[in-house]
DNA sequence: CCCGTAATGATAACGGTTATCAATCCGAGA
DNA sequence: TCTCGGATTGATAACCGTTATCATTACGGG
């Protein structure tokens, strides 16, 4: 059985990610844990969240820069984003509709093994506000 | 005005992406423009993606390893793909009942300028078949 | 043709992410 | 509680895709 050790720098990168509630980056997330005054390792932290993902304790998506982006959510099953391109905030939403419209989708053309990629960036209501 | 010369650069782009029928990353292009004996830039080759890509003459997306791809698509206006993870092989996908989602969704929760990113990744029937 | 300037391309720089590897320390077993 | 093997850490170098630089080339309106 593989060992997973319990240090606290797993701790703290989960802690860090559970008190936010948008996506962040690795570098991001990072620098929140070091203006703390927590001295973690930048390795650590890409290591950890890329981990987390993994098992399921974690969502990642690439931003439309293409870098990497983290979030703990609420929900544990399968669902996609609403996000603000300004300031990170997060809806998640889940949508029947579009699931079956994915899967026929594929099926339709052949298609197996299929994965979506379904998300939309725009401007939380706040962020609209202010930038009127 | 700006002026848009025509160079044997951006033809050589041009009809190199013609020539695919899947999506291909700017590297990935340049080495097959050398291979085929041009003595283009990898610099130019990207730039000229960006641009053809602004311009609305060739669509861009991102690989899941988050890499840009490109590729000159057939139908002109918004639509998304359906692309083997394997091969490249590339399915224009045009899909009113996801438009109207998306745009409902964002304006649900009060975003504005919302934009979505709507790509499925699957093998395709050849890969499926040649991977049985 | 001429010439102003957009375009090119070799190369350096950039930004995010991963690999290295010696030092650290977690935790199962004694 | 103590030990010790190996998982984990972290400073740093390396990696890789992409963009910035800037001297040189060459498109194209006049
Ligand atoms: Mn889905
Ligand atoms: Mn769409
Ligand atoms: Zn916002
Ligand atoms: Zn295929």
Redesign the pocket.
């Known amino acids: 059985m593989t060992?997973?050790?319990?240090?606290?720098?797993?701790e703290a990168v989960r802690e860090a990610l559970d008190s936010r509630d948008g996506f962040v980056?690795?570098?991001g997330l990072h620098q929140g844990l070091r203006d703390a005054g927590s001295?973690?390792?930048?390795?650590?932290v890409?290591?950890?969240l890329?981990d987390l993902a993994n098992v399921g304790e974690a969502d990642s998506l690439q931003s439309p820069e293409g870098?990497?982006l983290y979030r703990a959510c609420a929900s544990t099953g399968h669902h996609h984003h609403l996000i603000c391109r300004n300031c990170g905030l997060t809806v998640e939403i889940a949508a029947t509709e579009v699931e079956v419209w994915a899967k026929k989708t594929a099926s339709d053309h052949g298609f197996t093994d299929a994965r979506h990629v379904v998300d939309i960036f725009g401007l939380c209501p706040a962020c609209t506000a202010a930038s009127a």
Chains 1, 2 share one sequence.
């Open positions: 060992v997973k050790r319990n240090t606290w720098q797993r980056s690795a570098q001295h973690i390792g930048l390795a650590t890409y290591r950890t890329a870098e990497s």
